[in-house]
């Protein structure tokens, strides 16, 4: 599957310099990918990204073609690029932005063009400053060469781009809550369905996807559907994006095949563990994608189908590592107090059960725990998962439950010696002991 990485050539962060400078960029052959593709029917452009096999790089990993063809009858029609990267362990897209946004700006035209689309919006977390000049920056520069705003080159076809300052907000990077700050709204998540591809943005149709996943598209018309599938695993084709962080020698994102298997990441790309201490843990795809053991990542490779079997999730491809030194405890309880904070309070068992979640866990700090609590928060993960609007409360649930199921000797070393059966929870909260 992965046979001949060390000879791969990033095609998204390739390391030329200034590339973001449009002059740069276009000496390097930018922007005629999109003319190739104003050469070829739409609805052949639909179908290459379906033959692709190209899976949104945003973490639910949808396949991006069958998203396209989703898309209702009714216009206008608008694409909306997620950049609102705030998942702790993701800072992938910052790099597109910083070192290739014009890669990222030719895929909101074609894809645009492919979909019918005249209004696009790059929304790009708040938080990052810089990279929101770089990109209007390069915006402009595409509107001097008369890329965006103006008839395209050898078509008939329009596209504005507009970058949108993210709200911040953790919330804002679920789609439909993004749609809501977008239209000015309090950033609230919407009842699905309907979908955003049917009733979306302004109740038109809305096609959304990550910033990696855009960046994708002049590859495959570059390439060709089937040259593109090849690369990397068969069920999660492409070019990705691998941020390593937490315990590494070498932090930082590195673009490779799919399919890298784990050991490969961390001990050839990221140089192994500092002061070779052992791996005790992994968090393959962001922090809300469920924890594996060390003993569990031997054979198992960053695509779907095999994180899957080893009972994880590739998410946004962001892995944080954990050495034998780290207590499982304190990092969940780490981001148990972001989920706490970013939850947006519109559904119950995701605003109660965060704020319980991060109370029980400082009792397990302060190794005031009793081992029932252990199974009080498997309790509350179950009452939140699959109970809410958005995914939020199922990513903050996830990182406590199979952290207790693959970690729990670390949750019973925090605990002191149980309490008599009559002991009360809900008042031992409330008095804050």
Request: overall charge neutral; some cysteine; aromatic content about 8%.
């Amino acid at each position: 599957m992965q046979t001949g990485f060390e000879t791969y050539k990033p095609m998204i962060l390739n390391g030329t310099p200034d590339l973001h400078q449009i002059e740069v960029y276009e000496a390097e052959g930018g922007y005629e990918d999109l003319k190739k593709a104003l050469q070829i029917p739409r609805s052949e452009l639909v179908e290459s990204v379906k033959k692709s096999g190209l899976r949104g790089r945003g973490g639910a990993g949808f396949s991006t073609g069958m998203k396209w063809s989703f898309i209702g009858k009714d216009k206008p029609r608008y694409l909306i690029v997620n950049g609102d990267e705030s998942e702790p362990g993701s800072f992938k897209d910052r790099q597109i932005f910083e070192f290739n946004p014009h890669l990222l700006i030719e895929g909101c035209l074609i894809t645009a063009y492919a979909l019918e689309i005249k209004t696009c919006y790059i929304y790009i977390r708040g938080e990052y400053a810089k990279w929101i000049r770089i990109v209007e920056d390069a915006l402009a520069d595409s509107r001097k060469k008369g890329l965006v705003g103006k008839t395209l080159p050898g078509s008939d076809f329009s596209v504005e781009i507009y970058v949108h300052k993210g709200a911040g907000a953790y919330i804002c990077g679920e789609e439909s809550a993004l749609m809501n700050s977008i239209e000015g709204k309090r950033a609230y998540p919407r009842l699905k369905p309907p979908f955003p591809a049917v009733v979306g943005l302004w109740g038109k149709p809305t096609i959304i996807n990550n910033v990696e996943t855009i960046t994708n598209i002049p590859l495959i018309v570059r390439l060709g559907a089937e040259n593109y599938a090849k690369i990397g695993a068969p069920d999660h084709p492409g070019p990705m994006l691998y941020g390593l962080s937490g315990h590494i020698n070498k932090p930082g994102i590195y673009e490779l095949p799919s399919g890298m298997l784990i050991s490969d990441l961390i001990y050839k790309i990221g140089g192994g563990i500092p002061d070779g201490k052992k791996l005790k843990a992994v968090i393959p795809g962001g922090s809300s994608m469920p924890i594996l053991r060390a003993d569990m990542i031997d054979g198992v490779t960053m695509n779907a189908e095999s994180l899957k079997k080893a009972g994880t999730s590739i998410g946004t491809a962001g892995m944080i590592i954990m050495d034998e030194d780290t207590d499982i405890v304190e990092a969940v309880a780490r981001l148990t107090h972001f989920y706490h904070h970013e939850s947006c309070g519109q559904c119950t068992p995701c605003r109660e059960g965060t704020g319980w979640i991060e109370m029980i866990y400082q009792k397990f700090l302060r190794d005031e725990a009793e081992p029932r609590d252990i199974d009080l928060l498997l309790s509350i993960c179950k009452q939140m998962e699959m109970r809410t609007i958005c995914a939020l409360a199922d990513g903050a649930a996830w990182p406590v439950r199979f952290s207790i199921e693959r970690f729990r000797e670390e949750y019973e070393k925090h605990c002191k010696k149980p309490e008599s059966p009559g002991w009360n929870y809900k008042m031992r909260a409330v008095s804050g002991v």
